[in-house]
């Protein structure tokens, strides 16, 4: 690019006479907010954790993990022994992506485990991203870009979910 101009080297010799000597003058359109409106309570507390409305998500999702998978902000890991055929006593422990939806992501040693309901993992999810991040480090860590929304198979929607959070807290107070 050079003085506002473009120059392409076009190597397909079909294409050169489409690009003759025009010029396109292009504005990109720049998207600054989202249809969906997200309001998060100013009164969110842990006692939203008691309300009724998980219990929609334990019925409606599949824990497939879909939505912390293309979510930038999920960081979720979990940790592999992998050892070696060649060298049974060798081997690496590996840090894997994982997901905090997934069937047995809480799993300890003895088979214990945290969040069996799929709603206690949208919930725990959820107070994560809008209360214990904004708690800790002063905002939220949903950056509102819907991809969790997009790439859920049973539709549920992540920004639905934060907006309800306004009747749960009134459910619970």
Same mark, same amino acid.
């Given at each position: 690019?050079? @003085?506002?101009?473009?120059?392409?080297?076009?190597?397909?010799?079909?294409f050169?006479?489409?690009?003759?000597?025009?010029?396109?003058?292009?504005?990109?359109?720049?998207?600054?907010?989202? @249809?969906?409106?997200?309001?998060?309570?100013?009164?969110?507390?842990?006692?939203?954790?008691?309300?009724?409305m998980?219990?929609?998500?334990?019925?409606?999702?599949?824990?497939?993990?879909?939505?912390?998978?293309?979510?930038?902000?999920c960081?979720?890991?979990?940790?592999?022994?992998?050892?070696?055929?060649?060298n049974?006593?060798?081997?690496?422990?590996?840090?894997?992506?994982?997901? &905090?939806?997934?069937d047995?992501?809480?799993?300890?040693?003895g088979g214990?485990?945290f969040?069996?309901?799929k709603?206690?993992?949208?919930?725990?999810?959820?107070?994560?991203?809008?209360? @214990?991040?904004?708690k800790?480090f002063?905002y939220?860590? &949903?950056?509102?870009?819907g991809? &969790?929304d997009?790439?859920c198979p049973?539709?549920?929607?992540?920004?639905?979910?934060?907006?309800?959070?306004?009747?749960?807290?009134?459910?619970?107070?």
């Amino acid at each position: 690019m050079q @003085d506002e101009e473009v120059f392409m080297d076009i190597k397909n010799a079909d294409f050169k006479a489409a690009f003759k000597g025009e010029s396109i003058e292009v504005t990109p359109d720049f998207i600054y907010s989202n @249809d969906t409106e997200v309001k998060i309570p100013e009164n969110l507390d842990q006692r939203v954790m008691h309300s009724e409305m998980w219990k929609e998500y334990s019925a409606r999702c599949i824990a497939c993990g879909k939505c912390n998978f293309v979510c930038p902000t999920c960081t979720c890991f979990t940790m592999q022994d992998i050892f070696y055929k060649d060298n049974p006593k060798n081997g690496e422990r590996r840090r894997v992506w994982a997901s &905090c939806h997934v069937d047995g992501y809480t799993t300890m040693a003895g088979g214990h485990g945290f969040r069996y309901e799929k709603g206690q993992r949208m919930r725990f999810k959820v107070m994560h991203k809008v209360y @214990d991040f904004k708690k800790r480090f002063g905002y939220h860590m &949903c950056i509102g870009c819907g991809r &969790c929304d997009d790439a859920c198979p049973e539709y549920i929607s992540f920004s639905n979910c934060v907006n309800k959070l306004n009747d749960a807290m009134k459910e619970v107070e």
